[in-house]
């Protein structure tokens, strides 16, 4: 079982590198997003023995050498030092907060809609409508290009295999409506990038990608559950489904 130290250092440790991104590491993480994600720097993870107006300074200088005008950090209880207040002062905005929410796999199972079922993704025609989820779902995301599509094809499979992850779908009435990735490291299955059609929310969907890549995650040797939740959005189903929430990570985004 894992501790609550434990899980908050897991959700410290969590990074997301997208296909074609670029990244440096050295007083905080920053990664650049490639033009299908909307482009622009993320930036997280700060360990430095600097105050944090240079820690900053540093992050906009690396995000203009980029050729980058947007610079997004998120925050953590673990940085060092907290670059918040500096972000506050230099009029950055905040756009998003995040729950920082933990289960074991062993907890109650996820009440499912009977008319809502749900898959394991193995197949170019379920990427295909993933993708489509994906575009519809997230403003600043485009579509994949063929060579993509098989990228991401490929490092399904990789994965799956491996038993390092996987995606999921849900459909109503036969139509995929919502899906979801998951990765499996250190006995954690981190839960990620669950998106849910519109007119298709609040009819069981995302219940459904949940108690699926939970099962995945078991299936490959996980006990805990980690996820970020959007406090508007999926952090109260997921509360109501068993997750404890262990704290809140704060988006700024800065023009520079």
Known sequence: MHTIDDILRASAAWVWFPRGSEQEK??????????????????????????AAAV?????DRTRAWGETELTFWTNAADSPDLEDELRRRGARHVDTVAVLARPLHGPPID???????????????FRELDRINVAV?????????????DELDENAQ??????????LARLDGVAVSTGGCTVA??????WGAATLAESRGRGAYRAVLAERLRLGAEMGATTALVKGRIATSAPILARAGFEPLGDERGYVLTV
């Open 56 to 60: 900053l300074d540093h992050a906009i």
């Open 159 to 168: 994965a799956l295999a491996s038993g390092t992850g996987g995606r999921v």
């Open 112 to 126: 499912v809609p009977d008319d809502v079922t749900a898959e394991v993704v193995r197949t170019t025609e379920q």
């Open 186 to 191: 250190d006995g954690f299955v981190r839960l």
């Open 26 to 51: 050295t007083e905080l993480q920053l990664v650049r997003h490639p033009a299908r994600f909307g482009g622009g720097v993320k930036a997280s993870h700060v360990d430095s023995t600097r105050d």
């Open 138 to 150: 997230w403003d600043r995301q485009g579509a994949l290009s063929e060579q993509g599509l098989r």
